[in-house]
């Protein structure tokens, strides 16, 4: 009925995948481990630099994957949701009928976090513009920098929200809708608890955004 | 005569010994081994050396010089040679083979064994000592002349005090050559005594544990001429032009002014300034010419951090065709003890921002400080190993990955429904109709 990823079978792969995760993980690590170790060792320890990545990279990557996150997040949310739901509206519609268009809100509630995604996506995207950093002055480049940084925080708050959100609003659906198919007295009590779940996407929006309020990218 | 087996008291426990204590040798030139053996005495009277402790020069002449060179048979054989350390005896004396004889060290490990002996492996300065009784000697005092024995005068009543001098180590072709020699030297020389019936105590040491700086011309670098007062000269190398000196290093492979002109031949530069004083700041300044004509001057003056530890290009002129121009070399910078490189650096600016003077440095390394040997040090590069356009490019990367490896997971779990298969049950045929 539902997805749940279930640990890597023998049966469909006919070996165990438990040693090519290990073997990768272990190569993962040893390869970082002689990484480390040579700077380390050499005495350029300080050229592991984390402050020199987030200086360096530039504000465009993080601002664009914060567009992406928002968008894609929320989308994988509400998909989520809304597959959850309507498998168990399908379902329970096959003996009841009558459940078919009142739990159809459960789908629209699936469907707004959707939207706050995308809502979110364009108010984020309108904030990209062009500087330039050699000829503008400093405060426009930090400024610049700031807005990348803003950006990412702000598209990672509504998509992991909203991410979480769909599925809630998904499950307590389904459930809604097998409910009301039983017992049509139910359906109304129920969608309060969906009301709750979708509020809480609407705390990611409006979190972000607050980040997203007030950043300024180039000279426009 | 007793011969004691102390735990340093045989020869083998002496090289043991002597390649466990040589951790804690101090790496000061001043501390050197003295052995000493005796076929008519027994060493029961001096004091052990604990491990680790450097017998002091007073204490060795009162301790140790001055029983041996008293009473009747107090006649002392000294081989003194420039050189000796426990990490000759390491190296020399096959050490770590429980059957060995002692390598080049034969005689004296077959002295030690055989006869009453002790091992000193830390006495500083003992050259100082032997200098010192030798003034101050009652008795009589033999110079060995080219190390045969045979022809010494003994005086039976008084002690006598025979100084052998032992060839050079450093001065030898090679030093197990050396130490070779003057091992047989040692036997020849202790034979010949015992044909004679002396009695005698023997010392084996030398004035310095390392052999002293050698004045040899180094052949490898026969191009390099250093000036006396530690300025060095701009050479030809690996087709670009290296500065050389004893503490600060330059090289580079070309200087670009502007769009067009390259100065790259290594005979045009000539030093003006050089100077590093202390560790702390450095300049160097220098000409090009054309012509003999000087078109270009650049001078540079580094100086180290002491709160970073980086030392970095502080104030950089630059004069070209009369105009003076200072430029932002800031991020030439690197840590103590590394040097400086970088492939290609471009894009130098004046301070001043009205200025529009730029010129770029091409196949640049430099070391101003810390320089060992005329050589540079570990290279500090301007680019990274993943530089950031590589890191972003793998961040991106990782995230489609990672978002690939989700959904085809998914994919994977979805599978066909067996709930409402029955193996046993009828099967379901569907008639086709051709």
Same mark, same amino acid.
């Given at each position: 009925?539902?997805?749940?990823?279930?640990?890597?079978?023998?049966?469909?792969?006919?070996?165990? &995948?438990?040693?090519?995760?290990?073997?990768?993980?272990?190569?993962?690590?040893?390869?970082?481990?002689?990484?480390?170790?040579?700077?380390?060792?050499?005495?350029?320890?300080?050229?592991? #630099?984390?402050?020199?990545?987030?200086?360096?990279?530039?504000?465009?990557?993080?601002?664009?994957?914060?567009? /992406?996150?928002?968008?894609?997040?929320?989308?994988?949310? /509400?998909?989520?949701?809304?597959?959850?739901?309507?498998?168990?509206?399908?379902?329970?519609?096959?003996?009841?009928?009558?459940?078919?268009?009142?739990?159809?809100?459960?789908?629209?509630?699936?469907?707004?976090?959707?939207?706050?995604?995308?809502?979110?996506?364009?108010?984020?995207?309108?904030?990209?513009?062009?500087?330039?950093?050699?000829?503008?002055? #400093?405060?426009?480049?930090?400024?610049?920098?700031? /807005?990348?940084?803003?950006?990412? /925080?702000?598209?990672?708050?509504?998509?992991?929200?909203?991410?979480?959100?769909?599925?809630?609003?998904?499950?307590?659906?389904?459930?809604?809708?097998?409910?009301?198919?039983?017992?049509?007295?139910?359906?109304?009590?129920?969608?309060?608890?969906?009301?709750?779940?979708?509020?809480?996407?609407?705390?990611?929006?409006?979190?972000?955004? !607050?980040?997203?309020?007030?950043?300024? +990218?180039?000279?426009? | 005569?007793?011969?004691?087996?102390?735990?340093?008291?045989?020869?083998?426990?002496?090289?043991?010994?002597?390649?466990? &204590?040589?951790?804690?040798?101090?790496? $000061?030139?001043?501390?050197?081994?003295?052995?000493?053996?005796?076929?008519?005495?027994?060493?029961?009277?001096?004091?052990?050396?604990?491990?680790?402790?450097?017998?002091?020069?007073? #204490?060795?002449?009162?301790?140790?010089?001055?029983?041996?060179?008293?009473?009747?048979?107090?006649?002392?054989?000294?081989?003194?040679?420039?050189? !000796?350390s426990l990490q000759d005896f390491t190296q020399h004396a096959d050490v770590y083979n429980p059957e060995s004889n002692g390598g080049v060290f034969k005689n004296v490990k077959?002295? +030690?064994?055989?006869?009453?002996?002790?091992?000193?492996?830390?006495?500083?300065?003992?050259?100082?000592?032997?200098?010192?009784?030798?003034?101050?000697?009652?008795?009589?005092?033999?110079?060995?002349?080219?190390?045969?024995?045979?022809?010494?005068?003994?005086?039976?009543?008084?002690?006598?005090l025979v100084i052998v001098k032992l060839t050079s180590i450093s001065d030898s072709p090679n030093e197990e050559e050396g130490f070779r020699k003057n091992d047989e030297t040692i036997g020849r020389v202790v034979k010949q005594l015992a044909k004679r019936g002396v009695k005698y105590s023997a010392l084996y040491t030398a004035?310095?544990?390392?052999?002293?700086?050698?004045?040899?011309?180094?052949?490898?670098?026969?191009?390099?001429?250093?000036?006396?007062?530690?300025?060095?000269?701009?050479?030809?190398?690996?087709?670009?032009?290296?500065?050389?000196?004893?503490?600060? &290093?330059?090289?580079?492979?070309?200087?670009?002014?502007?769009?067009?002109?390259?100065?790259?031949?290594?005979?045009?530069? *000539?030093?003006?300034?050089?100077?590093?004083?202390?560790?702390?700041?450095?300049?160097?300044?220098?000409?090009?010419?054309?012509?003999?004509?000087?078109?270009? *001057? +650049?001078?540079?003056?580094?100086?180290?951090?002491?709160?970073?530890?980086?030392?970095?290009?502080?104030?950089?002129?630059?004069?070209?065709?009369?105009?003076?121009?200072?430029?932002?070399?800031?991020?030439?910078?690197?840590?103590?003890?590394?040097?400086?490189?970088?492939?290609?650096?471009?894009?130098?600016?004046?301070?001043?921002?009205?200025?529009?003077?730029?010129?770029? !440095?091409?196949?640049?390394?430099?070391?101003?400080?810390?320089?060992?040997?005329?050589?540079?040090?570990?290279?500090?590069?301007?680019?990274?190993?993943?530089?950031?356009?590589?890191?972003?490019?793998?961040?991106?990367?990782?995230?489609?990955?990672?978002? $690939?490896?989700?959904?085809?997971? +998914? &994919?994977?779990?979805?599978?066909?429904?067996?709930?409402?298969? #029955?193996?046993?049950?009828?099967?379901?045929?569907?008639?086709?109709?051709?």
């Open positions: 009925m539902d997805y749940q990823p279930e640990k890597p079978s023998t049966k469909q792969m006919g070996v165990s &995948l438990f040693p090519v995760y290990f073997i990768t993980l272990m190569l993962g690590t040893l390869a970082i481990l002689i990484i480390a170790f040579y700077y380390i060792l050499t005495g350029k320890g300080t050229r592991i #630099d984390f402050g020199w990545f987030l200086e360096q990279t530039s504000p465009y990557m993080w601002a664009s994957f914060g567009v /992406a996150i928002t968008i894609s997040f929320s989308v994988v949310g /509400a998909a989520w949701g809304i597959f959850t739901t309507g498998a168990s509206i399908l379902g329970g519609g096959v003996k009841a009928p009558r459940i078919k268009t009142k739990n159809l809100i459960s789908i629209i509630f699936c469907e707004a976090v959707a939207i706050y995604g995308i809502i979110m996506a364009i108010i984020i995207g309108q904030g990209i513009s062009a500087f330039d950093a050699e000829k503008d002055t #400093d405060q426009i480049v930090r400024d610049s920098y700031d /807005a990348g940084f803003r950006m990412f /925080a702000a598209g990672v708050t509504v998509g992991v929200s909203n991410v979480a959100c769909g599925i809630t609003v998904g499950i307590v659906g389904s459930g809604a809708a097998l409910a009301d198919a039983q017992n049509s007295t139910l359906f109304v009590k129920i969608l309060i608890l969906e009301i709750f779940a979708s509020v809480i996407g609407l705390f990611g929006l409006i979190v972000g955004i !607050l980040q997203i309020v007030g950043v300024k +990218m180039g000279t426009k | 005569m007793i011969t004691l087996s102390r735990d340093c008291g045989n020869m083998e426990g002496v090289l043991r010994c002597i390649a466990i &204590l040589s951790c804690f040798c101090l790496a $000061l030139s001043t501390k050197v081994p003295v052995l000493l053996w005796s076929s008519s005495r027994s060493f029961a009277d001096l004091p052990q050396s604990n491990g680790g402790q450097t017998v002091v020069s007073s #204490d060795f002449s009162n301790q140790y010089l001055k029983p041996l060179t008293t009473g009747n048979n107090g006649n002392l054989v000294v081989f003194v040679q420039d050189k !000796l077959g002295f +030690m064994d055989e006869l009453s002996s002790l091992s000193l492996p830390s006495v500083h300065l003992p050259g100082l000592a032997i200098d010192d009784i030798i003034k101050t000697f009652e008795g009589k005092v033999h110079h060995v002349k080219d190390q045969d024995a045979s022809k010494i005068d003994f005086d039976s009543k008084l002690p006598n004035t310095s544990s390392k052999a002293a700086e050698s004045n040899k011309v180094r052949t490898r670098r026969g191009l390099l001429s250093v000036g006396a007062d530690n300025s060095g000269t701009f050479i030809e190398y690996a087709n670009g032009t290296l500065y050389n000196s004893s503490c600060i &290093l330059l090289y580079v492979r070309s200087i670009n002014i502007g769009n067009s002109t390259q100065l790259n031949d290594p005979k045009s530069f *000539t030093m003006t300034n050089h100077s590093c004083v202390d560790n702390i700041t450095a300049s160097l300044a220098f000409t090009y010419t054309n012509n003999s004509k000087i078109i270009m *001057t +650049m001078s540079l003056i580094m100086t180290v951090s002491n709160v970073s530890g980086y030392w970095s290009i502080n104030n950089t002129k630059v004069t070209w065709n009369g105009g003076n121009h200072p430029m932002k070399l800031k991020k030439v910078s690197a840590p103590w003890g590394f040097s400086y490189h970088c492939s290609s650096l471009e894009k130098l600016v004046a301070i001043n921002s009205t200025d529009n003077f730029t010129m770029s !440095l091409e196949g640049f390394q430099l070391q101003p400080f810390d320089v060992m040997d005329y050589k540079f040090s570990d290279g500090w590069d301007c680019v990274p190993f993943f530089s950031e356009v590589i890191w972003m490019g793998l961040i991106a990367t990782l995230a489609f990955v990672l978002i $690939l490896l989700f959904g085809f997971s +998914m &994919l994977a779990s979805v599978t066909t429904q067996d709930r409402f298969d #029955d193996p046993k049950g009828k099967t379901i045929t569907v008639n086709v109709n051709e």
